[in-house]
T-cell receptor, first 116, second 118 residues
Framework: NAGVMQNPRHLVRRRGQEARLRCSPM?????VYWYRQLPEEGLKFMVYLQKENIIDESGMPKERFSAEFPKEGPSILRIQQVVRGDSAAYFC??????????????FGSGTQLSVL | AQKVTQAQTEISVVEKEDVTLDCVYETRDTTYYLFWYKQPPSGELVFLIR??????QNEISGRYSWNFQKSTSSFNFTITASQVVDSAVYFCALSEKNYGGSQGNLIFGKGTKLSVKP
């Protein structure tokens, strides 16, 4: 069974470019979560999606960031006009049920975004 | 407010020593879940344990054990006879049922970096 797959593993962008991070959840999982890990910090929740729906984006910056989880294909976290402060590790996680049942999250290996 | 505090930023031990990683949490909810995740140098997060707020029994899994005490809002993690492969960053996390604003919102501590030297 493949785990949560994230690509690319490393992404380098120059200021002002767009970054697209992809996440394929575990088979059978319809709930996807994105977290960001800044250096020396724990993970911070960004957004929670189900297929074709954003359920909670309370942790997403209001500008430049967007996420989707289409009916077919991976979930995409998109960052437009990246700035140096966006440099971080971005983790995707999935679960078969909603978290309020205390379900554990299965995490991917993350995408390390570096903005030059 | 919900919060997870891991006061130990880094710990260094010699192989075979026992080590305890501390985790203190704050929550307004009566129903919540606590987790420990391990992040080895390769970067992925590995689930270790989940505990709900109604189950205060301590748990042991091989060399790992967890001590959950609601009275002190702590969920500490002990590794017995540590090994070099235990070297990683360990995160404690909290999930609330009713508060916290969002489903799927795991609140993480800043992590404790454990280095086990041979």
């Amino acid at each position: 069974n493949a785990g949560v797959m994230q690509n690319p593993r490393h992404l380098v962008r120059r200021r002002g470019q767009e970054a697209r991070l992809r996440c394929s959840p575990m088979k059978g999982h319809s709930h996807v979560y994105w977290y960001r890990q800044l250096p020396e910090e724990g993970l911070k929740f960004m957004v929670y999606l189900q297929k074709e729906n954003i359920i909670d984006e309370s942790g997403m910056p209001k500008e430049r960031f967007s996420a989707e989880f289409p009916k077919e294909g991976p979930s995409i976290l998109r960052i437009q006009q990246v700035v140096r402060g966006d440099s971080a590790a971005y983790f995707c996680a999935s679960s078969p049920f909603v978290m309020d049942r205390g379900e554990k999250l299965f995490f991917g290996s993350g995408t390390q975004l570096s903005v030059l | 407010a919900q919060k997870v505090t891991q006061a130990q930023t880094e710990i260094s031990v010699v192989e075979k020593e026992d080590v305890t990683l501390d985790c203190v949490y704050e929550t307004r909810d009566t129903t919540y879940y606590l987790f420990w995740y391990k992040q080895p140098p390769s970067g992925e997060l590995v689930f270790l344990i989940r505990r709900n707020s109604f189950d205060e029994q301590n748990e042991i899994s091989g060399r790992y054990s967890w001590n959950f005490q609601k009275s002190t809002s702590s969920f500490n993690f002990t590794i017995t006879a540590s090994q070099v492969v235990d070297s990683a960053v360990y995160f404690c996390a909290l999930s609330e049922k009713n508060y916290g604003g969002s489903q799927g919102n795991l609140i993480f501590g800043k992590g404790t970096k454990l280095s086990v030297k041979p």
